[in-house]
């Protein structure tokens, strides 16, 4: 959900990439109909493992661990957002106030970025 909201809009140049140290074998399903609600379809995306995300370019690493630490990535600026995982629920209402709380860290990130970029 982070990805796709996230380049939804980023700032100039930006990219987000999704990655856990123990994905799934898939995006959930609820994560799917929740971001189909506000207009984005994530159906296409596909779980994937922090070291295929992290090279070179990474400049920002956002860990949204609230059970475990997140990953330090030498070189790169963390954020820690400490949210609760909803794997394992089929309550959507979890699943959207997951998407409403990225959705608003997001958008502070983004234009924190984009500040940065003009000064």
Request: glycine share 6%; proline share 8%; aromatic share 4%.
């Given at each position: ?27 959930r ?49 963390s ?41």
């Amino acid at each position: 959900m982070a990805e796709g909201l996230f380049n939804a809009a980023p700032p100039a140049e930006w990219r987000a990439s999704s990655a856990g140290t123990e994905p799934a074998a898939q995006v959930r399903p609820e994560a799917i109909t929740v971001m189909r609600e506000i207009g984005l379809d994530i159906s296409h995306h596909q779980p994937k493992h922090l070291r295929e995300a992290l090279g070179p370019d990474v400049a920002v690493v956002v860990g949204l661990c609230a059970e475990e630490a997140c990953p330090i990535v030498p070189g790169a600026r963390s954020e820690h957002w400490p949210l609760r995982d909803p794997a394992g629920s089929k309550d959507l209402q979890v699943y959207r106030q997951l998407r409403d709380n990225l959705r608003e860290r997001i958008s502070d990130l983004v234009a924190r970025l984009a500040r940065e970029q003009t000064s």
